[in-house]
Nanobody, 119 residues
Framework: QVQLVESGGGSVQAGGSLRLSCAAS????????MGWFRQAPGKERDGVAT???????RYADSVKGRFTISKDNAKNTLYLQMNSLKATDTAMYYC?????????????WGQGTQVTVSS
């Protein structure tokens, strides 16, 4: 019953912006830790940002100051606003969810949306 569907990926020039969305069903975003991970070809999957059920946000150093994670509880949707994009941001981006406050593991994963940044 749980489904996380990412959208908003695409191709953009370096310095540009994209806004990713994650539409959740089968869970209530308000009650979950939500996060974004990304994986580039040949690279490890890395955490990008999380937002706790209490609203606390955390960011990887590589995106701090450029990306903003947020959620709209009424729409049951998670967002990632990505500004000042760099070629190194190119990756498949995944939406994740875990009940309660953020911990190490995430139970649910979306299918991913591709972000490609060209210089």
């Amino acid at each position: 019953q749980v489904q996380l569907v990412e959208s908003g990926g695409g191709s953009v020039q370096a310095g540009g912006s994209l806004r990713l969305s994650c539409a959740a069903s089968g869970i209530t975003v308000r009650r979950y830790c939500m996060g974004w991970f990304r994986q580039a070809p040949g690279k490890e999957r890395d955490g990008v940002a999380t937002i706790d059920s209490d609203g606390t946000t955390r960011y990887a150093d590589s995106v701090k100051g450029r990306f903003t994670i947020s959620k709209d509880n009424a729409k049951n949707t998670l967002y990632l606003q990505m500004n000042s994009l760099k070629a190194t941001d190119t990756a498949m981006y995944y939406c994740t969810a875990e009940i309660g406050l953020c911990a190490q593991d995430f139970t649910y994963w979306g299918q991913g949306t591709q972000v490609t940044v060209s210089s």
